[in-house]
């Protein structure tokens, strides 16, 4: 058994876990951004990216192409974001952590419902945004789109990067979410760059959404829900307020759960989603702080 | 005459339920350090909070000609007005670079800005090789020194300077003080500082004001205070 093991598909696999997985990275930096502004977990984003990808269904079906109708899709969410976070988030901005959780699981039901409302039920699905014909890379076939929804994800994730890294904007933001108090007194608008970090993680959960939608015969308003999971299993195994965390953990976690998948026969497809309820609780027990985050440590 | 550059009128502020300024009254002159003394919970820190904004307040705050009295921490500081708070408030995570950056963060002058970092440089030299190096990492009297760096980057018409000698040790209070002097005599730079070590504050400042419980209780120039033993005895306790 052991000398007729398929290296191909070894191969094959990891490629296909490494695609679903940048999907659920760029949700996961979402998350993280959210997080390390605001300090709670936004349950409402993977709702969020689903109505994103919803719009991006009616650009397309109003006769745009997938691409113009992903960027464009990028901008609306991105408002989209700044507008949550004025109107729901502000009001709360300075409230206890639970009544935020609170609010963005009353955000959950609110952007759900209103999908709902807005688009009927029917047969939808998102045209794909790179060829299905494989390609040969050393004699073993991968999927386009699955290299291209890695391609995609990464660069979502490293302009973001570039952005913080490297504006003026994106370092009064990370000041703004390492200390509020004193950002404040260098002249940084906070309450603004907490709006901005919703925009961009909105626009980031816009991307992943769009890129998880063709990828499915057809999809409806539950789209992202096992997204967002996965997405917060990787985060957590990552290291809950580290983007680089989030992006290599929800890798690995996607490879991880294909490989089992493909490979214990019980697992199948239909267990999937508790393997990465099992990844949480693994890491929440062992390293709470995930592979890359930081033990907070407080001087006093 | 110079004008007064910064103007407190009857200034009340209160946190929650309690109030902890009582109608405070005080003016720093351009290119004046003025000191602010006082027990524990007389309501020094919270004068500074007053005036950046960072605390509820009422009364009048006049900064260069404009009431700021109802202005947010943010447009205070973009007046030109330099907050170093208790406890330095050093970004952490941020490089030491990073920091200084941000002390620049609302002016739009490049050349200004480059030409500041170098001025900054020459006060504290020893800025340039930890460039690169986490904030946090730094001891307590290089995250003063660092503050007082960043504020300095804002190019601003009045540093509010709070406890600078907090949890340091003497000979290194001693050289913030001494660059704060140097700040004030070389370029004028106007500072109200807050400080619990009477001894430091009236060295580097040339008036005072003494605080007992929410209102000012002596004012006056620093060598008559310092020199005043009942002043000494029931206020500063020592």
């Given at each position: 058994?052991?000398?007729?093991?398929?290296?191909?598909?070894?191969?094959?696999q990891?490629?296909?876990?490494?695609?679903?997985?940048?999907?659920?990275?760029?949700?996961?930096?979402?998350?993280?951004?959210?997080?390390?502004?605001?300090?709670?977990?936004?349950?409402?984003?993977?709702?969020?990216?689903?109505?994103?990808?919803?719009?991006?269904?009616?650009?397309?079906?109003?006769?745009?192409?997938?691409?113009?109708?992903?960027?464009?899709?990028?901008?609306?969410?991105?408002?989209?974001?700044?507008?949550?976070?004025r109107?729901?988030?502000?009001?709360?901005?300075?409230?206890?952590?639970?009544?935020?959780?609170?609010v963005?699981?009353?955000?959950?039901?609110?952007?759900?419902?209103?999908?709902?409302?807005?688009?009927?039920?029917?047969?939808?699905?998102?045209?794909?945004?790179?060829?299905?014909?494989?390609?040969?890379?050393?004699?073993?076939?991968?999927?386009?789109?699955?290299?291209?929804?890695?391609?995609?994800?990464?660069?979502?994730?490293?302009?973001?990067?570039?952005?913080?890294?490297?504006?003026?904007?994106?370092?009064?933001?990370?000041?703004?979410?390492?200390?509020?108090?004193?950002?404040?007194?260098?002249?940084?608008?906070?309450?603004?760059?907490?709006?901005?970090?919703?925009?961009?993680?909105?626009?980031?959960?816009?991307?992943?959404?769009?890129?998880?939608?063709?990828?499915?015969?057809?999809?409806?308003?539950?789209?992202?829900?096992?997204?967002?999971?996965?997405?917060?299993?990787?985060?957590?195994?990552?290291?809950?307020?580290?983007?680089l965390?989030?992006?290599?953990?929800?890798?690995?976690?996607?490879?991880?759960?294909?490989?089992?998948?493909?490979?214990?026969?019980?697992?199948?497809?239909?267990?999937?989603?508790?393997?990465?309820?099992?990844?949480?609780?693994?890491?929440?027990?062992?390293?709470?702080?995930?592979?890359?985050?930081?033990?907070?440590?407080?001087?006093? | 005459?110079p004008?007064?550059?910064?103007?407190?009128?009857?200034?009340?502020?209160?946190?929650?339920?309690?109030q902890?300024?009582?109608?405070?009254?005080?003016?720093?002159?351009?290119?004046?350090?003025?000191?602010?003394?006082?027990?524990?919970?007389?309501g020094?820190?919270?004068?500074?909070?007053?005036?950046?904004?960072?605390?509820?307040?009422?009364?009048?705050?006049?900064?260069?000609?404009?009431?700021?009295?109802?202005?947010?921490?943010?447009?205070?500081?973009?007046?030109?007005?330099?907050?170093?708070?208790?406890?330095?408030?050093?970004?952490?995570?941020?490089?030491?670079?990073?920091?200084?950056?941000?002390?620049?963060?609302?002016r739009?002058?490049?050349?200004?800005?480059?030409?500041?970092?170098?001025?900054?440089?020459?006060?504290?030299?020893?800025?340039?090789?930890?460039a690169?190096?986490?904030?946090?990492?730094?001891?307590?009297?290089?995250?003063?020194?660092?503050?007082?760096?960043?504020?300095?980057?804002?190019?601003?018409r009045?540093?509010?300077?709070?406890?600078?000698?907090?949890?340091?040790?003497?000979?290194?209070?001693?050289?913030?003080f001494?660059?704060?002097?140097?700040?004030?005599?070389?370029?004028?730079?106007?500072?109200?500082?807050?400080?619990?070590?009477a001894?430091?504050?009236?060295?580097?400042?040339?008036?005072?004001?003494?605080?007992?419980?929410?209102?000012?209780?002596?004012?006056?120039?620093?060598?008559?205070?310092?020199?005043?033993?009942?002043?000494?005895?029931?206020?500063?306790?020592?």
């Amino acid at each position: 058994m052991l000398l007729a093991f398929d290296w191909t598909q070894l191969a094959q696999q990891i490629v296909i876990g490494l695609a679903s997985g940048g999907v659920w990275a760029t949700l996961a930096v979402a998350l993280v951004l959210i997080y390390r502004s605001t300090g709670v977990v936004n349950f409402a984003q993977g709702e969020m990216a689903m109505f994103s990808t919803f719009i991006a269904w009616s650009l397309v079906h109003h006769g745009l192409s997938y691409w113009a109708a992903f960027f464009l899709t990028v901008a609306i969410s991105f408002v989209g974001g700044v507008a949550v976070e004025r109107v729901v988030i502000r009001p709360v901005e300075s409230a206890p952590v639970l009544t935020v959780v609170i609010v963005t699981l009353g955000l959950f039901f609110l952007v759900n419902g209103a999908a709902r409302w807005i688009w009927t039920p029917e047969v939808r699905s998102l045209p794909n945004a790179f060829s299905t014909r494989p390609i040969d890379v050393a004699g073993v076939a991968f999927s386009i789109q699955d290299l291209g929804n890695i391609g995609v994800s990464l660069a979502a994730v490293g302009l973001l990067w570039v952005f913080f890294r490297f504006t003026k904007l994106g370092l009064a933001s990370r000041a703004a979410a390492v200390n509020p108090e004193a950002s404040r007194l260098l002249g940084v608008r906070v309450s603004w760059m907490l709006a901005l970090g919703w925009g961009l993680a909105a626009g980031m959960g816009g991307v992943s959404g769009m890129l998880t939608a063709p990828a499915l015969a057809s999809f409806d308003q539950n789209l992202m829900q096992p997204v967002l999971l996965y997405a917060f299993a990787g985060a957590v195994l990552g290291g809950i307020d580290s983007p680089l965390g989030a992006v290599v953990g929800t890798m690995l976690l996607g490879v991880l759960v294909n490989l089992v998948g493909t490979y214990v026969d019980w697992v199948g497809t239909e267990l999937r989603l508790p393997v990465a309820l099992a990844v949480i609780l693994g890491v929440l027990l062992v390293r709470p702080a995930g592979l890359f985050g930081r033990v907070s440590v407080r001087r006093v | 005459m110079p004008e007064a550059l910064l103007e407190l009128e009857g200034v009340e502020a209160r946190y929650g339920p309690v109030q902890a300024l009582h109608g405070i009254s005080l003016e720093v002159k351009e290119g004046e350090v003025v000191a602010v003394l006082g027990a524990n919970g007389a309501g020094k820190t919270t004068t500074l909070r007053a005036v950046s904004g960072t605390v509820r307040r009422g009364g009048e705050i006049v900064f260069a000609g404009k009431r700021i009295s109802r202005r947010s921490p943010e447009a205070v500081a973009r007046l030109g007005v330099a907050h170093v708070p208790e406890g330095r408030g050093t970004l952490t995570e941020l490089s030491v670079r990073e920091n200084l950056r941000l002390g620049a963060y609302v002016r739009r002058d490049r050349a200004g800005v480059r030409e500041d970092e170098q001025r900054v440089l020459s006060y504290f030299p020893w800025l340039e090789h930890r460039a690169g190096q986490r904030a946090g990492t730094l001891s307590g009297g290089e995250q003063q020194m660092l503050a007082l760096a960043r504020a300095l980057m804002l190019r601003p018409r009045l540093v509010l300077l709070d406890e600078p000698s907090l949890g340091l040790a003497p000979i290194v209070t001693a050289e913030i003080f001494r660059i704060v002097g140097e700040l004030n005599e070389k370029e004028g730079l106007a500072v109200l500082v807050v400080e619990q070590n009477a001894a430091f504050a009236f060295e580097a400042s040339a008036r005072a004001y003494v605080l007992e419980v929410g209102e000012v209780a002596v004012a006056g120039s620093s060598d008559e205070l310092r020199r005043n033993e009942s002043v000494r005895r029931s206020y500063l306790g020592y």
